[in-house]
């Protein structure tokens, strides 16, 4: 069952993320009425916002686009960095929009920030679980099936929590660009409904991961009840 549940969620997120990349070839060639590049509105957003110790980056492929609160540093893709479109405008300004929110300590990243090594953690023990699984029935036999559904689900309790505390991350960091580039004059109201739109289907690739997670912890707890009442 946990295969099929894999399954359809992988099918989902394939196609939202096919969605996802047409919309933005699409957006990415529509020109701006303003000509300003992905590194220019990355720029002017940080500066509008008093950041003045985060630079703006390229690095290779396509939609890699990242913030890292690290070394303080907005990363562009290619079509991105260099780009003049909607496309552009909207992945910039969303990327600079956690940016301010690193500047600003907003509560859900700095949560989801002192996740990141939990979950490491647990997405490493369910690896090993699953191995085990398939390699090391005998032993997984004697650590008795509910000590080890306990451990999946606590490892998946935490990896689940980690997408839904990505979830108004996301969301915030796109109402933060969207507000900026159509206060800021940089989009007219049709980029802006494009950038909108683009933005939209980047955040479904979110709500879709945490969809699969929860689905998932409840299937593992679910199988644990249900061995309990045995």
């Not at 002017?44 to 070394?71: A, C, F, K």
């Not at 990327?95 to 996740?115: D, N």
């Not at 997984?140 to 309790?157: D, F, K, R, S, T």
């Not at 580039?181 to 802006?192: C, G, K, L």
Request: overall charge neutral; glycine content about 6%; proline content about 2%.
């Amino acid at each position: 069952m946990i295969f099929v549940i894999g399954i359809v969620f992988m099918i989902i997120s394939w196609a939202v993320s096919s969605r996802l990349k047409s919309k933005f070839r699409k957006y990415s060639q529509i020109g701006l009425q303003s000509n300003l590049s992905g590194r220019e509105i990355a720029e002017l957003m940080l500066r509008d916002n008093g950041i003045h110790d985060v630079s703006v980056v390229s690095v290779e492929g396509q939609l890699t686009d990242h913030y890292n609160p690290m070394n303080k540093t907005v990363n562009l893709s290619p079509d991105v960095y260099h780009g003049r479109s909607a496309a552009a405008a909207a992945v910039a300004s969303h990327e600079c929009g956690h940016a301010v929110q690193h500047a600003t300590a907003y509560s859900f990243l700095e949560f989801r920030s002192a996740m990141v090594p939990v979950q490491n953690v647990s997405a490493k023990v369910m690896n090993i679980v699953v191995l085990l699984m398939i390699f090391g029935g005998g032993f997984m036999y004697n650590l008795g099936i509910n000590n080890i559904l306990l451990v999946i689900i606590a490892a998946q309790a935490v990896i689940t929590l980690f997408s839904l505390v990505t979830l108004p991350v996301e969301f915030d960091a796109s109402n933060r660009a969207l507000a900026w580039i159509e206060q800021r004059n940089i989009v007219n109201t049709t980029e802006h409904d494009m950038a909108k739109d683009a933005l939209k289907w980047a955040a479904m690739t979110y709500v879709v991961a945490a969809l699969g997670a929860v689905t998932t912890l409840l299937y593992y707890v679910m199988i644990f009840m249900g061995g309990s009442r045995d």
